[in-house]
């Protein structure tokens, strides 16, 4: 997931590897205890919305 963040030339590719981690592990779990129509059904929208947040920000220097 890093690679592929650092791959996207995004502002801080580490943190948005773990933010789509923990959504991924989030979705997950929410599935199990909400069901399909729970929030994991936005996990979509949620991923590309913290996507092109760190799409939208500048290059931390270093």
């Known amino acids: ?8 030339d995004v502002a801080d590719p580490e ?3 773990d933010t ?9 779990v929410a ?3 909400s069901g399909a129509d729970g929030p994991s059904a936005r996990f979509a929208e949620i991923a590309n919305a913290a996507i092109l947040f ?3 920000q ?5």
């Open 15 to 17: 943190l948005l590897a």
């Open 20 to 28: 789509l981690l923990l959504l991924i592990e989030g979705a997950r």
């Open 1 to 8: 997931m890093v690679d592929l963040c650092h791959k996207a």
């Open 31 to 33: 599935q199990q205890s």
């Open 58 to 62: 500048e290059r931390r220097p270093g």
């Open 54 to 56: 760190f799409v939208g």
